[in-house]
């Protein structure tokens, strides 16, 4: 037996009913997302209490997860382009700040002193794509609020507020306020799969759960294409690496 719930603070979890389990068992995948394992006597509500006291411990393994994973690493040589925002690196002699940013009209330049930064550690990495996010949640408040409007006025469903934020495993949530939450690595996905996460957030007001009416509504709205563009998310994991060669 499985079920989808919603997370404060945390997002989707796909939970499982097992016969074989004895006790909860979260797991955490970089691109599945989480699932837990609970056995047949505990109920979805200590199971959503379960993964929210755990909430900082997901956080943690999810960032482990996405250093240990990057195989590319961000050099002088590299490049990043995402919608408007594109990466550029420029030599400094600095002494002091040897590695610095600064983002113009989402042009990220990473000013580095050549002799002194070492490109393979994870500080300097993570601190490339810190600053590439940053420009893409300045960019995505930009792309992503006129889209939630426009569907959200085609389709009546009403929310609350929408934000941005940069979850990684995630594209989006609502919360049982109707508040929507959009990931800025939304931007490294095409359009119609922008709209689509957006039309499943707003699907939300009106049920708040994944079950048959929601489908049925997210599966009307989206032309009968439910199933295909979900497909489609799951070839995306909105990780930030450098362009392929």
């Not at 499982?16 to 979805?44: A, D, W």
Request: proline share 4%; charged share 25%.
């Amino acid at each position: 037996m499985q079920r989808i719930i919603s997370v404060e603070g945390v997002g989707e979890v796909v939970v499982s009913k097992r016969r074989n389990c004895v006790q909860m068992r979260l797991t955490v995948h970089p691109e599945k997302g989480l699932h837990l394992s609970i056995p047949f006597r505990v109920s979805y509500a200590d199971a959503e209490r379960f993964v929210f006291e755990h909430r900082d411990w997901i956080a943690n393994t999810l960032q482990a997860q996405e250093q240990k994973g990057v195989k590319r690493l961000f050099t002088p040589q590299s490049h990043f382009t995402c919608r408007s925002t594109r990466l550029q690196f420029s030599p400094t002699d600095a002494q002091k700040r040897i590695l610095s940013a600064r983002i113009t009209d989402h042009v990220v330049t990473i000013y580095y002193n050549p002799q002194l930064v070492d490109f393979s550690l994870d500080a300097v990495q993570n601190f490339i794509k810190k600053v590439i996010l940053a420009s893409m949640q300045k960019e995505a408040e930009k792309v992503l609020f006129p889209r939630v409007d426009e569907i959200s006025s085609r389709t009546g469903l009403t929310f609350r507020k929408v934000s941005i934020g940069n979850a990684l495993t995630r594209w989006g949530t609502c919360s049982s306020q109707d508040d929507i939450i959009l990931s800025c690595r939304l931007l490294l996905l095409p359009d119609y799969l922008v709209d689509f996460v957006i039309l499943h957030e707003l699907c939300h007001i009106a049920h708040k759960n994944h079950g048959p009416k929601f489908h049925e509504l997210l599966n009307r709205l989206s032309g009968g294409k439910e199933d295909l563009y979900d497909k489609e998310l799951k070839g995306y994991n909105g990780r930030i690496l450098p362009d392929k060669e």
